[in-house]
């Protein structure tokens, strides 16, 4: 039997829960200090030990990498913005839009909030405690403060035990999004970052040594007034790259120039660092930034990819913001959500739908098709009196009234086939004119 979770409310009193939970923590900023692979293997350790698991190296890492890679935190940020671009709604029991919780989550605050639960899924965790009051409003919980495994919330990002912090599940207005053991998706993307990072310092490094032309004189090894007149002159004429070498030495500069000698070397392994990051991320390449061969076709099956992703992304906001503890919190905020739910808004395709109306037309000739099929198919508001109008509907098909009488000598007139079977109802041809308004309707959006 499913646990019926209390209403919250703010005047419940707080023994454990502090007045707002973020002004007893000790906020440190993030490392800044350099990172390379064995920081990450560190980090790693440190987050999966089992008796004593810690996050704090790791979200430092996974600051530094999105912060200064510009790349990904493009590519998260597109997947987050395919998401807050699509239209929530709240639905009533009746399935009508209720405008003022389905404003409250379009505005900036419930952006915010899909926002923080989208980010769960790169960084493993997302957590926001909300203000007590009439206006919903919530402040983020720093994630290096949260240890899921434990199931607590510790004043010090380094703080391993429930005397050091509070306990997630007596805090009702403190709401932890993510899996307990998931590190995000970050993780799979931090070792790329970091190489590419690498590479940048070794290819500005390139770029500075061959970009410009190298000046080598050479001297007599015993002619030192001669040395000093050409080392003079080198100061002189400019910062380029100078090198000064006695005649009898043998000078050889290997710069690497024949196997690289446009930078394509560096510009490759960045490329290809890149690529594994928008597959991570986004589940594919195309989307984002084409390569050599690509063409429509294969930009079209990686747009329709990108685009299961999104549906996805969608069914999992919705999931969250119809848990009994977001529904609770909202309840304490005043709204009434009894029987409610959030929902997206179904987007339709015009040329996708006009290729489904050719099937559907076809497969309801053999076999009937409920109303709400093509209603929720195609996207068409259901009226409020749609048991009236079918009925009359019904009895206008049905209605098929004695002919008259044959008068002595008249003659007989040919029955209009069409006539006939829009009065039939059992008959296919009666939805005939809808599917055909139906059809020009999307002929029309095509073009």
């Known amino acids: 039997m499913k646990k019926k979770r209390n209403k919250i409310s703010a005047e419940q009193p707080h023994e454990v829960y502090p007045p707002f ?9 993030p490392d800044r200090s350099r990172k390379d692979i064995g920081s990450l293997r560190d980090a790693i350790v440190s987050a999966e030990q ?3 698991p810690n996050r704090a190296l790791l ?8 912060t200064m890679d510009g790349y990904l935190s493009g590519i998260i940020d597109k997947r987050i913005d395919f998401v807050l671009n699509k239209k929530l709604k709240f639905y009533d029991k009746d399935g009508k839009d ?7 989550m379009q505005g900036e605050t419930g952006r915010d909030l899909i926002r923080k639960i989208m980010e769960s899924v790169f960084w493993g965790i997302s957590g926001v405690e909300f203000k007590i009051g009439g206006e919903f409003a919530f402040d983020e919980i720093p994630r290096k403060h949260i240890k899921p495994e434990k199931g607590l919330i510790t004043k010090s990002q380094y703080g391993i035990s429930a005397d050091a912090g509070y306990r997630i599940d007596e805090l009702p207005f403190v709401w932890v999004i993510g899996k307990k053991d998931d590190l995000g998706k970050l993780l799979a993307c931090s070792m790329y970052a970091i190489y590419k990072r690498g590479n940048f310092g070794d290819w500005a490094q390139y770029v500075e040594i061959f970009g410009q032309p ?4 050479e001297y007599d090894a015993y002619d030192t007034k001669t040395k000093q007149e050409l080392k003079g002159m080198l100061d002189k004429a400019g910062n380029s790259l100078a090198m000064m070498i006695p005649k009898q030495a043998k000078f050889q500069m ?3 120039k024949q196997s690289n000698g446009d930078g394509k070397l560096q510009l490759s392994f960045k490329d290809a660092c890149n690529e594994e990051m928008a597959i991570r991320i986004l589940g594919n390449t195309q989307t984002t930034s084409s390569t050599r061969g690509s063409g429509y076709a294969q930009a079209k099956e990686h747009g329709e990819q990108q685009e299961q992703i999104t549906a996805s992304d969608l069914t999992m906001v919705e999931n969250y913001l119809n848990s009994d503890h977001f529904l609770n919190i909202l309840r304490s905020y005043g709204y009434n959500i ?4 959030f929902g997206y808004e179904k987007e339709l395709d015009p040329e996708r739908l006009k290729q489904r109306l050719e099937i559907d037309l076809q497969v309801s000739e053999k076999v009937p098709i409920a109303d709400d099929y093509w ?5 068409l508001p259901k009226p409020d009196n749609y048991d009236e109008l079918r009925k009359k509907m019904d009895e206008k098909a049905n209605f098929n009234p004695m002919p008259p009488e044959k008068q002595p000598g008249e003659k007989e007139e040919k029955k209009d086939k069409e006539t006939e079977n829009l009065s039939d109802f059992s008959k296919s041809k009666f939805l005939d004119p809808f599917f055909k308004k139906l059809a020009d309707f999307f002929d029309h959006a095509r073009l």
């Not at 939970?21 to 900023?29: A, E, G, Q």
């Open 375 to 379: 209603y929720d198919t195609y996207g």
């Open 214 to 217: 190298v000046r080598i004189l």
């Open 254 to 256: 290997l710069d690497g």
């Open 50 to 52: 089992v008796y004593f």
């Open 98 to 104: 209720v405008e003022e919780i389905s404003n409250l």
């Open 338 to 341: 009894e029987g409610g739910y």
């Open 21 to 29: 939970l973020i002004h007893d923590l000790t906020i440190v900023s």
């Open 59 to 66: 979200y430092d890492l996974y600051h530094d990498i999105y």
